[in-house]
């Protein structure tokens, strides 16, 4: 009964690069979320999707960001031209319901460092 | 807007002690809340959650927390601190008319001395 599963764990790219980190979420959980954890802080919510559907893209930043949650496949995060700032851990989280009170399950992470 | 604060970002207490984290949230309704645990380079393990009823809830390891409304907080409580506890804990707030997102405090690290 896998977890949520995130890949790779870990990033590196050069400033100009183009990132994109992957999450499969746990079975039956048909809603994903991604977060952003900056170092010595908490986590901040920046996507959230259902199949081939973004519900909320509020914390999403304007420009270079995008995600996707296919009909077929993992959700992708990408990051375009991606720059010193966008170090961070990046999570994905699962749920099975569209209701404020499911908890969601966590994945392990992806750490992308930007050189 | 919500809001979740943590206003201890260090606690230290000895192994067996006990432990109380703070945690208050501003939302105008009732939020739920989740307390999460994340040790060094892995993801977030829900430890337990709040939803409505018995305001005292119990998770799993050992922990506890109690909704107190008029304070606007769900501190977390162990009576027995272990050395494996020691981690970042994240206090968290959802709502039913936000989806899924939650709003997480900024952590509390927990170090636990023999």
């Known amino acids: 009964n896998a977890g949520v599963m995130q890949n790779p764990r870990h990033l590196v790219r050069r400033r100009g690069q183009e990132a994109r980190l992957r999450c499969s979420p746990m079975k039956g959980h048909s809603h994903v979320y991604w977060y952003r954890q900056l170092p010595e802080e908490g986590l901040k919510f920046m996507v959230y999707l259902q199949k081939e559907n973004i519900i909320d893209e509020s914390g999403m930043p304007k420009e270079r960001f995008s995600a996707e949650f296919p009909k077929e496949g993992p959700s992708i995060l990408r990051i375009q031209q991606v720059v010193r700032g966008d170090s961070a851990a990046y999570f994905c989280?699962?749920?099975?319901?569209?209701?404020?009170?499911?908890?969601?399950?966590f994945g392990d992470g992806t750490r992308l460092s930007i050189l | 807007a919500q809001s979740v604060t943590q206003p201890d970002i260090h606690i230290t207490v000895s192994e067996g002690a006990s432990l109380e984290l703070r945690c208050n949230y501003s939302y105008g309704a009732t939020p739920y809340l989740f307390w999460y645990v994340q040790s060094p380079g892995q993801g977030l393990q829900l430890l337990l959650k709040y939803f409505s009823g018995d305001t005292l809830v119990q998770g799993i390891k050992g922990f506890e927390a109690e909704f107190k409304r008029s304070q606007s907080s769900f501190n977390l409580r162990k009576p027995s601190v272990h050395w494996s506890d020691a981690a970042e804990y994240f206090c968290a707030v959802g709502a039913e008319n936000q989806g899924g997102k939650l709003i997480f405090g900024q952590g509390t690290e927990l170090s636990v001395k023999p």
């Open positions: 989280a699962s749920s099975p319901l569209y209701q404020g009170d499911q908890p969601q399950h």
